[in-house]
């Protein structure tokens, strides 16, 4: 079985090399759990801390308790396609359930643990899973229930008489390992649910192919080293987090450290990457700001660590923050761009040479990416699209579950549409201006928020902020700043002024602010996202309350 160390691209030193070099091969049998399991048995996969505990799990024992629980799951039923849901945190148990389930060739249905009563209800109803694997609160022992599902806890003191334990079925499982199923590249093995920026939450089911589609994660941790050992603070609940906090590390025969704390403590993660020895990891640029401005990652401080190259998601970091890597800590920071439905097919690489840090990167190998207009046709260098790629990518998913009309309208043409809204340029360079439904419309231009954001991040007093459109009766739509400043930083009319001077000398006068709006939360999706459409509908509110009273 070829595997994703075989698509490693190790002598490449240059994008021009990296793309020349990189071909498909051909693929027949594929099994994410047979590729993540493959390293030496005796070498660490898993190092799991639980509070002041630390446990460790080898490849080898990794593949027996995964075999063993895959045994279980299959004794209560569980069949080729069928779905299983796993709504755990971080944790030596969620790394063998993922296993287990893929194993089998059943589908992985992960939930994430911050989640709410109706989301999880919708996610459950949806995809109809013959087991939910939790801890076994009340609400998931009901929710399991009512769709027929049987449940699985990880604490055997829940309150559930009739429920089955994971400690109990990997028991009573035969102990030699087991084999895995026999799973092709399109095969369906997990189905991932959107974070619901646009309506409800929808199921992205995805072949065992996606594993190997991040072949190019490779040159975004600026390649894998055999002794590297891999983070993400990233809930591996979502795609980012699995994918790149988990497996992909996994299949690539380097250590994974497991750990979600119930909050971002600056102080315990540095901690956690001194003591384990990380190297390269996915952290989102929310992070690596907190991190940043903590004061608890110095250059002291850094110099007793092992970070190298760690990957952002779905935004380009500020230059203060990418300067901050480099000098202070001596780290590269490259972003990868994707999303649920296709990840990681543009980014930046440091080993294959600098690029212009405001863009998102350029295709990674492999993915035929392009800036189509509304007609699927391929827009000029400099002209602003829909960023999309080749629909039968790796990358990309099977299908939206349940859902064949959302599914015709994401992919046409033969083309996958982001729904993110770019240009490149004459070098193939990508810049990113948002969701299409993000962009501002503003006396004749059309205006990327995440631009305006990034400007607006260059003042040190903002930790974080977003940008939305607001009605204009002049100009169609004005730009609104919601502006989250650092501890101690007050929102007086200077600040406002120097935010406001800062975009239009970065981005233009036609882009600055005409309100900034300071507060003390942001608006998220439940993948941790700023949920701009939130403002949006806020603003609305806010301005219809005014002209009422």
């Given amino acids: 079985m070829i595997g994703l160390s075989d698509l490693a691209h190790q002598e490449t030193r240059s994008w021009a090399a990296a793309q020349n070099a990189f071909v498909w091969p051909t693929v027949t049998d594929y099994n994410i759990a047979a590729d993540c399991l493959r390293a030496d048995p005796g070498k660490t996969a898993l190092i799991a801390i639980d509070g002041e505990t630390r446990g460790q799990l080898t490849f080898g024992q990794l593949d027996r308790l995964s075999a063993r629980f895959g045994i279980g799951l299959q004794g209560l039923g569980v069949r080729t396609g069928d779905r299983v849901a796993v709504k755990l945190a971080q944790s030596a148990q969620m790394a063998i359930a993922v296993l287990a389930v893929l194993r089998i060739g059943a589908i992985l249905v992960p939930i994430s643990n911050v989640l709410g009563e109706d989301a999880l209800r919708h996610r459950l109803a949806d995809s109809t899973p013959r087991v939910l694997i939790s801890s076994g609160s009340p609400s998931e022992i009901t929710f399991a229930h009512e769709i027929g599902a049987v449940s699985v806890l990880t604490d055997g003191t829940a309150p559930a008489q009739t429920a089955q334990t994971m400690d109990a079925l990997i028991s009573s499982a035969p102990e030699e390992a087991g084999g895995f199923a026999a799973t092709g ?32 994660i490779d040159l975004a941790l600026d390649h894998v080293r055999a002794d590297d050992v891999a983070y993400s603070p990233v809930d591996w609940a979502w795609a980012g987090g699995l994918l790149l906090g988990l497996l992909v590390p996994l299949a690539r025969g380097i250590t994974v450290v497991a750990f979600r704390g119930t909050h ?115 827009c000029l260098p400099g002209v602003a699209g829909e960023i999309a790629v080749r629909a039968d990518d790796p990358v990309c998913m099977l299908r939206y579950w ?148």
């Fill in 402 to 549: 349940n859902a064949p009309e959302a599914t015709a309208k994401k992919v046409r043409g033969g083309w996958l549409l982001t729904g993110d809204a770019g240009h490149a340029d004459d070098q193939h360079q990508i810049y990113f201006h948002g969701r299409t439904d993000d962009l501002i419309k503003s006396g004749g231009y059309r205006i990327g928020p995440a631009e305006v954001e990034a400007a607006i991040l260059l003042n040190p007093a903002v930790l974080e902020c977003a940008a939305i459109g607001v009605p204009d009766p002049v100009r169609g739509q004005a730009v609104r700043a919601y502006v989250m400043l650092v501890d101690g930083q007050d929102g007086t009319p200077s600040l406002t002024r120097d935010i406001q001077n800062q975009v239009r000398t970065k981005v233009g006068a036609y882009a600055y602010p005409h309100t900034v709006s300071y507060v003390t939360s942001l608006p998220r999706t439940t993948a941790g996202k700023v949920n701009r459409n939130a403002l949006r509908q806020a603003s609305i509110q806010e301005t219809t309350t005014e002209a009422a009273s």
């Fill in 185 to 216: 590249p399109d095969t369906p093995g997990l189905l991932l649910y959107t974070s619901g920026t646009t309506g409800t939450s929808k199921g992205v089911l995805h072949g065992h192919r996606v594993v190997l589609g991040h072949h190019a």
């Fill in 264 to 378: 971002f403590d600056p102080e315990r993660m540095v901690e956690i990457l001194r003591d384990t020895g990380v190297s390269v990891g996915l952290f989102p640029p929310t992070a690596l700001r907190m991190l940043h401005r903590s004061g608890a990652l110095t250059r002291d401080v850094a110099a007793t660590l092992r970070l190298r190259s760690l990957v952002v998601g779905a935004e380009a970091v500020e230059p203060e923050l990418s300067d901050w890597a480099r000098q202070e800590l001596s780290t590269s920071i490259n972003n990868a761009f994707g999303q649920t439905e296709a990840n990681s097919l543009i980014g930046h690489s440091a080993v294959l040479g600098d690029l212009d840090r405001g863009c998102l990167g350029r295709a990674y190998p492999g993915h035929e990416i392009a800036i189509l207009d509304t007609d699927l046709r391929e």
